[in-house]
């Protein structure tokens, strides 16, 4: 056949172009006769690696070829795929960044020299891509001059091909370099580490720092991006998540060979082995961040970071109580005028508490804590019966002490872990009790975020509801919000594991603001109970205005919410026209040791 009229010959790659780039080929041969070719054996390449990817069921190596030539073009493409990668050539290198987002490849065969947008220029983009910035870059180039081969390594290619190239070379180089690539990825998974940033995933750092607290003697810095409220205001959800995808691969740079993670969509975690100087290490963490550019061009925005660093000594006992401390040193962090704070151990009261803190300790031996009730009530009725639990103890002299005498003591004397387990099983013992009765209720049960971020906290409780036959729809935990403000990356990992056992959380002493709007859409939150104050102060005008802010900002976030400490008409009547879910206080009943409140016939 012979080529059709209606083609110009000039389209096809004329002689001189093959030899040009095939200079590997043999000199040219006669054809052979018949009886030759039978017994001339033809060579046959061993497969290569794309070859033995098809055949093992693994996808294909697919490259994204940029040349404006489109003879050259031609000529990688069908070497590419005679070696069975699949290739697609894209001639205009404007049209590079929306190929790679909807194709996806393992690799871009790039010419260096390009008219409107060079290959440096290209290489910038694609490195600066939240997603596509691991993507292997391999140039072509007739350059020969050594320092534009290093500028082309410098500003961020994987490797180089000097024109004219021969095949094998060519074919040798892409797929050792998407073999390498995919390796990488695969071994980065296999390590709990997160393909596009390089950090370790949440779970996996976790287990680390399990498995190396109490007996590791490094740090912990946990790094916030700032203004996360007001970026996201001005560069909405899609590229605010660009800008901090591109802050956690900076984060992963700085972090060096130290592993690190992402908690949350702002914050960072990154665990320092050895003594270091751990102020000088935060300062390059909120310094790295801040001297970046995310973004293109000179438009490109600077992250303000602050940085909470806490060491790790015996005095922490596992993994959660050293992020706690860490957590509290980014609390004093963002107040700080240069944004870094330590942690320091909290000051000894002495003898202050002294005794109680004895008496609370016998008593925790002796099991001897108890539980007062108080019905939370839906103003609109409702026969779901549920309490709010009250710890009390009786001390030496039999008189029973709130849990506003007791707690304190027990925070300073290091006993909060012991008397928030306890007062765990006496709430799941009265749940059990109650709901073989026939008369299931909820309980909401206050916690400590410390005590839920311990090693093995969550665990505990989802094995000791399942011994005994306790659904998670029963129990709602308790957190007070200054608290929660602190520790939100522990009370994170504590509801991600109580949340599909149906264990709710709720927010205690809730007032509005811009660093508690974050956290309500942190945590998977049910209810929100009003401070106290509110309930208090509805005489005055201000307050019953922002009672009202409040309650409006909490059903916005699908939130249910709750009045407590009413204690008379008039304040739960302002409360219920306010828009207020349940009110809890003297009003409804006093805190009592049983379960008795009728649900049912209850009208406010």
Not at 178 to 187: D, P
């Amino acid at each position: 056949m012979g080529i059709p009229v209606d083609i110009p010959r000039a389209e096809f790659p004329p002689a001189r172009y093959w030899r040009r780039w095939c200079a590997d080929a043999d000199p040219p041969k006669p054809p052979l006769e018949s009886a030759e070719l039978e017994s001339h054996a033809i060579p046959v390449a061993p497969p290569g690696p794309a070859a033995e990817a098809a055949r093992s069921g693994e996808a294909p190596y697919r490259v994204l070829i940029v040349e404006d030539d489109r003879s050259q073009a031609l000529f990688a493409t069908s070497v590419l795929a005679g070696a069975g990668i699949q290739a697609e050539a894209v001639a205009d290198p404007e049209q590079v960044m929306a190929t790679l987002e909807s194709q996806r490849p393992d690799l871009v065969l790039m010419d260096l020299h390009m008219p409107a947008i060079d290959g440096a220029e290209l290489t910038n983009m694609i490195r600066s891509h939240p997603v596509l910035s691991h993507t292997p870059i391999v140039f072509l180039t007739g350059d020969p001059d050594p320092e534009r081969q290093f500028e082309v390594l410098e500003i961020g290619a994987d490797d180089f091909l000097t024109k004219p190239v021969r095949p094998r070379h060519l074919v040798a180089a892409v797929e050792n370099r998407i073999m390498r690539a995919r390796q990488l990825k695969a071994q980065r998974a296999a390590q709990g580490a997160d393909t596009g940033t390089g950090l370790h995933t949440r779970s996996r750092m976790f287990q680390r720092l399990a498995t190396a607290i109490p007996n590791d003697t490094g740090a912990l810095h946990v790094v916030e991006v700032a203004g996360i409220s007001a970026l996201r205001e001005q560069l909405g959800y899609s590229s605010l998540e660009d800008v901090l995808t591109a802050a956690a691969r900076r984060v992963a740079e700085l972090a060096g060979d130290n592993p690190a993670a992402r908690l949350n969509d702002n914050t960072f975690l990154v665990h320092v082995s050895g003594d270091g100087d751990l102020e000088a290490f935060a300062r390059e963490l909120r310094d790295g961040l801040g001297r970046e550019r995310f973004g293109s061009g000179a438009d490109g925005l600077r992250l303000r970071a602050c940085v909470g660093s806490t060491r790790i000594t015996p005095e922490f006992p596992d993994a959660g109580s050293a992020l706690a401390a860490a957590e509290q040193a980014l609390r004093d962090a963002r107040a700080a005028p240069h944004g870094i704070a330590t942690w320091t151990p909290p000051q000894s009261t002495g003898n202050a508490t002294g005794g109680l803190a004895d008496q609370i300790s016998t008593a925790l031996a002796e099991r001897r804590l108890e539980l007062a009730f108080q019905p939370i009530v839906a103003v609109a009725g409702g026969e779901d019966a549920q309490y709010q639990t009250l710890l009390r103890m009786r001390d030496d002299g039999g008189a029973l002490l709130p849990a506003g005498t007791l707690l304190p003591a027990a925070e300073a004397a290091g006993l909060m872990h012991e008397v928030d387990r306890q007062v765990l099983e006496l709430a799941i013992s009265t749940l059990a009790r109650r709901q073989s009765a026939g008369a299931p209720v909820r309980l909401f049960v206050s916690q400590s975020p410390r005590s839920l971020g311990r090693d093995g906290y969550a665990e505990w409780l989802l094995e000791a509801m399942q011994a005994a036959g306790v659904s998670g729809h029963c129990l709602v935990i308790d957190v007070r919000q200054d608290d929660a403000l602190i520790h939100a990356i522990s009370l994170q990992e504590f509801s991600a594991k109580m949340v599909p056992a149906g264990v709710q959380l709720c927010l205690g002493h809730y007032r509005p603001g811009t660093e508690v709007d974050a956290l309500l859409s942190q945590l998977p939150l049910g209810f929100v109970r009003l401070a106290p104050d509110f309930s208090s102060g509805l005489t005055d005008n201000s307050v019953r205005d922002r009672m009202r802010e409040a309650i409006d900002r909490a059903h916005r976030s699908g939130l249910l919410v709750i009045g407590q400490q009413v204690e008379d008409p008039q304040a739960a009547a302002t409360l219920w026209m306010s828009g207020i879910d349940f009110i809890q206080g003297n009003l409804v009943q006093e805190a009592a040791g049983d379960l008795e409140f009728d649900f049912q016939h209850s009208v406010l």
